[in-house]
């Protein structure tokens, strides 16, 4: 079992940076690839970021590609989304997500945070 919380939002105006923080607890933590999902009022939830449990090659989507960071801390058990250049686009409630196989998808998404929200003003 691997409980997710994520904090680390608020309102920021566009041009600005935030860092969301996702704290884990469970001992097989570092045995999955990490993400974070978004999903805006009215839309469908969509993945922005993954890290795999090695902390290998992050790979991202292309809406956030060169902006955010994602990154890890398997000792801390901590999963990261820095985010800058933030555009009033980016607003949504920011989740993470752990799965075994993947986290690009939701359908391979295995336990869920609550979210954080993140709201972007022009």
């Known amino acids: 079992q691997v409980q997710l919380v994520e904090s680390g939002g608020g309102l920021i105006q566009a041009g600005g940076s935030l860092r969301l923080s996702c704290a884990t607890s469970g001992r097989t933590f570092s045995m999955y690839n990490m993400g974070w999902f978004r999903q805006a009022p009215g839309k469908e939830r969509e993945f922005v970021a993954e890290?795999?449990?090695?902390?290998?090659?992050?790979y991202y989507a292309d809406s956030v590609k060169g902006r955010f960071t994602i990154s890890r801390e398997n000792a801390k058990n901590m999963v990261y989304l820095q985010m800058n250049s933030l555009k009033p686009e980016d607003t949504a409630v920011y989740l993470c997500?752990?799965?075994?196989?993947?986290?690009?998808?939701?359908?391979?998404?295995?336990?869920w945070g609550k979210g954080s929200l993140v709201t972007v003003s022009s």
């Open positions: 890290i795999s449990w090695r902390g290998g090659i992050p």
């Open positions: 997500a752990a799965g075994r196989l993947s986290t690009r998808v939701v359908e391979s998404i295995d336990y």
